[in-house]
């Protein structure tokens, strides 16, 4: 049987275990540029033992930015300071993708330098607000990316790839998830087209694939996860049809012979992740959504049980910077204050203690 604390070979990396960090925008990255600082490197240190930490999400381009201080990577001063966290992670014997993320609709127009709009797949705007410094606003109306601007945006996913890997990571995760850019074209709502890029599931899949193709071919099927969402009504997200959409894009995907998968599972979609996992031939990182439970250690059986290769936590992680220790210890855990998630310093960030530094300080939440 699995054990989720053994190791596991995934891409060209051996692992030290089978627990994921999942990916969690914190809106900290104050340096220059909207580039990483020394505690950003400091809070995914402390999360070294992790099998794989992947980052927050990460603007593989100016206009794919959509909340306040969030890194990017596509300048050479993000690739400088972003090599501080990889250095501080390996020195620690972890392993960290990055995970690029293209917001695309979900965009705040105040963030974006003269010029820039948000863009999406159609000119559809979520329902809804978005969170900015300026306090929530109403989502805007995309400008839809023509076939230059699809192909540009490729290109950016390709450029801040290989940005990746000159900074050290040890691949990237695509974000398809979350009703984010690739999940906008997967969806039938927010993407309305006409043309190969939309109206089937197998145009609507177009992107992500194209997206997944192009930096394979730049750094590598083995440096290379994805990430969906399958029925995340996220963003205002709709998908008429979810198991036709998926099973296609998961097809093409495991063709491409990528790393992962990372499936973020919402409630009540447990039988499709086994479809899923059946057309998929290489490894499967699940995250179950159990808002507003963060997710627990019940989870692990999913490995034992063969569901998943891996499991990812989100907000346990977050709080819990030695969540494989406390896993194998059976807790206690620290509970996640989600009043500082977003944006602040270290306090809820590089502040919760481990279980030696915390000697019965903690708060049992699972
Ligand atoms: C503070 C916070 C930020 C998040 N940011 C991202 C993100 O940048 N990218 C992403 O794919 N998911 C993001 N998520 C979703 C998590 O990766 C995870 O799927 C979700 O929290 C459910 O897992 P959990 O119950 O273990 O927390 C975020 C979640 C939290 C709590």
Do not use: C
Not at 88 to 117: E, N, S, T
Request: hydrophobic share 35%.
């Amino acid at each position: 049987m699995p054990n989720p604390f053994e190791p596991y070979r995934l891409g060209r990396t051996t692992l030290t275990n089978r627990i994921v960090m999942a990916p969690m925008t914190r809106s900290r990255a104050y340096g220059p540029g909207a580039s990483p600082t020394d505690l950003m490197a400091t809070y995914y240190a402390q999360r070294a033992s992790a099998g794989l930490i992947v980052t927050e999400g990460t603007q593989p381009s100016i206009v794919g930015q959509g909340y306040p201080d969030t890194p990017g990577l596509h300048s050479a001063e993000q690739v400088r300071a972003w090599r501080m966290v990889t250095d501080a992670v390996h020195d620690r014997g972890g392993h960290i993708f990055a995970q690029l993320m293209h917001v695309g609709r979900v965009a705040d127009p105040a963030l974006l330098p003269d010029g820039l709009v948000p863009v999406g797949a159609s000119a559809v705007a979520a329902q809804g607000q978005i969170y900015t410094h300026a306090g929530p606003k109403p989502f805007s109306v995309p400008q839809p990316l023509d076939e230059a601007g699809i192909q540009q945006t490729i290109d950016d996913f390709v450029d801040a790839a290989a940005n990746a890997v000159d900074a050290g990571f040890d691949g990237v995760e695509l974000h398809g998830a979350n009703g984010y850019l690739i999940h906008q074209f997967l969806s039938t709502n927010a993407n309305q087209r006409t043309d190969r890029w939309g109206g089937t599931p197998e145009n609507r899949a177009r992107f992500g694939v194209e997206v997944a193709r192009a930096v394979v071919g730049r750094i590598g099927a083995d440096r290379v996860g994805f990430r969906i969402s399958p029925g995340n009504t996220a963003q205002d997200i709709e998908e008429a049809e979810i198991e036709a959409t998926y099973t296609g894009l998961v097809r093409e995907l495991d063709n491409l012979s990528i790393a992962y998968l990372h499936m973020l599972e919402v409630p009540g979609q447990r039988d499709l992740t086994r479809r899923l996992r059946g057309l998929w031939r290489r490894s499967l990182i699940l995250n179950p959504d159990t808002r507003p439970n963060p997710t627990g250690p019940g989870v692990l059986a999913l490995i034992e049980d063969g569901t998943a290769d891996l499991v990812a936590y989100g907000a346990l992680f977050l709080a819990n910077p030695d969540l494989p220790a406390r896993l194998a210890a059976g807790g206690p855990f620290n509970t996640p204050d989600r009043s500082t998630f977003f944006g602040g310093d270290e306090h809820g960030y590089t502040d919760y203690p481990t279980l030696e530094e915390a000697s019965g300080r903690t708060d049992q939440v699972a």
